[in-house]
């Protein structure tokens, strides 16, 4: 089951469901793939955070270049990571072997990034995959793989699971025709700009 082409320019706005939070971010359609950026700000246990991030993929929506930069608790933060769209990330040009295998960024502050995976994976309604992701956790800031699913239960409707230090996570995700997270349950709801 394939996707429509993304109108250009592509804008969502998101709101946090459980707590105070919001995200403006677009995606633009390159000859060498897509570009998505975003801005958001959110507040954890009274911490405020605030990040600007970007992503380029390739036409297979496999991450290729990752950059965040922003803030938490007045504290500057930073992220760079680059992948070879073929299972390895690096950063500043070094192998990071803990990602061997992996495709996907999953940005813990944003559910933009689930929409790189819906559409790298194109399901058909019924089927599953599972995978590893680079997985940015929020609010501690670590970098680490993670094992996920994604069950594709209808058109447009995900059951996305994890384990989190052992414990099991899921999630219901509603998207729009072009596989964009509409609603992440309790987590965020969008508002697309079209």
């Known amino acids: 089951m394939s996707y429509p082409p993304f109108p250009q320019p592509f804008e969502v706005s998101w709101q946090r469901l459980d707590g105070l939070g919001r995200e403006q971010a677009r995606l633009e359609k390159f000859d060498s793939g897509y570009g998505l950026s975003g801005f958001l700000e959110l507040e954890e246990d009274g911490v405020v955070s605030r990040f600007r991030y970007s992503i380029e993929c390739d036409e297979r929506f496999c991450t290729r270049v990752v950059r965040v930069e922003g803030e938490q608790d007045d504290k500057p933060f ?33 559910p933009f990034t689930n929409t790189l995976a819906i559409r790298r994976l194109n399901l058909d309604v019924g089927q599953k995959a599972e995978l590893r992701s680079a997985w940015l956790r929020y609010p501690e800031l670590h970098l680490e793989a993670l094992e996920q699913s994604y069950e594709r239960e209808g058109s447009h409707l995900y059951l996305y699971q994890a384990r989190i230090d052992g414990e099991p996570f899921s999630a219901h995700l509603e998207t729009d025709d072009f596989g964009v997270v509409l609603y992440y349950e309790g987590l965020w709801e969008a508002h697309t700009g079209r």
């Not at 992948?83 to 950063?91: M, P, Q, T, Y």
Request: no cysteine; net charge negative.
């Open 78 to 110: 930073f992220l760079g990571l680059e992948a070879d769209g073929l299972g390895h990330f690096g950063r500043k040009g070094i192998a990071a072997p803990e990602f061997d295998g992996v495709f996907d960024i999953d940005l813990g502050f944003t």
